[in-house]
């Protein structure tokens, strides 16, 4: 993806001396601005076989909070998993997201408040900078895909249902991350009435999603962290997020085969891949033993498949 410089970046600051702690750079300005969600950052992440554990400890109990959750204008955050069993439902192949087709077991998100993403995302880069220089990083995880995204859209099931500013609070039983490429020739005004305004309100109703949001990508800046991957940039691509009323498995056939069967049938598109996720429980280390499918903790039916 292409990156942008930082147009309030400068070096004119003086020094300070070694252990002064140097003031905060990013000032807030209070006002009374609605809460609509405006930007997001989407981060898949894999641990290293053997320090899965250590990975999810570090990451919910000092990561999720000193490297995200502090920052000015961020609202929301929350943190999910793919088990092996999820992972065998990846659709139709993640390999051009995920790389192999067990990578990417952690997933984040988290909310930007509109009109201030680009003062969060200078905050969220020299904060990463500082937590590396500090020591509170953890080497043993790679970026599978870690990227930003411009909130564009949203259709709830309901006329009233969900918004997109509540949905990482709602406490949804599952999580669908789809990659939709747009034919070529299709304009994107367009693609968007017709999976808003048509596609969708077909498809919703008496199904378990309950909200899906759509998000387009947005460039890192072009000194963030250097074990983030960058990506080209494709305009055609956009991330659709499923929230859903249950386990994915569940409404698998129902709500994503019929999906992709609808969008590859209008000639409007094609699923990437759709990567199924469930919320995972702070404070525990639930799933860590049901990350890929030669673990104890996961399924028998996992287990066979790979084998």
């Keep these: 993806m292409t990156e942008t410089k930082d147009p309030g970046a400068t070096s004119d600051a003086p020094a300070k001396p070694a252990g002064e702690r140097p003031p905060r750079q990013h000032p807030i300005v209070a006002g009374a601005e609605p809460i609509k969600l405006g930007s997001m950052l989407v981060t898949l992440v894999e641990p290293r076989r ?12 000092d ?9 000015p204008y ?11 069993e999820l992972k065998a439902l990846r659709d139709p192949d993640s390999s051009s997201i995920t790389g192999e087709p067990d990578r990417g077991s952690f997933l984040s998100v988290y909310w930007v408040l509109d009109g201030y993403h680009d003062t969060w995302n200078r905050w969220a880069v020299d904060q990463v900078k500082a937590l590396h220089k500090a020591g509170r990083m953890f080497n043993e995880r790679d970026h599978v895909h870690t990227l930003l995204y411009r909130y564009v859209w949203e259709r709830a099931r309901e006329a009233d249902g969900l918004p997109a500013e509540l949905a990482l609070d709602h406490p ?34 008496g199904t378990a ?17 250097g074990d983030v991957p960058r990506s080209e940039s494709d305009d055609r691509r956009q991330l659709t997020l499923w929230f859903l009323d249950t386990a994915p498995q569940e409404a698998w056939d129902a709500v994503i085969t019929a999906h992709r069967q609808a969008v590859e ?5 094609r ?3 759709a990567l199924p996720f469930i919320p995972t429980i702070p404070g525990t280390d639930t799933y860590t033993d049901m990350l890929w499918a030669d673990q104890a903790g996961a399924s028998p039916s996992t287990q066979r498949r790979s084998s």
């Design 271 to 273: 699923i990437v891949a």
């Design 209 to 225: 999603a309950r909200l899906v949001i759509g998000a387009d990508p947005l460039p890192l800046l072009i000194d963030a962290p």
């Design 265 to 269: 049938s209008s000639g409007k598109g």
């Design 74 to 84: 961020q609202f929301a955050g929350k943190r999910f998993v793919a088990t092996a």
């Design 63 to 71: 990561h999720f909070y000193a490297g995200c959750m502090i920052g």
């Design 172 to 205: 949804s039983a599952g999580l669908v991350a789809v990659f939709t490429d747009r034919a070529e020739g299709v304009d994107a005004a367009d693609y968007e009435r017709w999976i808003r305004d048509e596609h969708l309100p077909a498809l919703l109703p």
């Design 50 to 61: 053997g320090h899965e554990v250590a990975y999810n400890r570090w990451y919910e109990r």
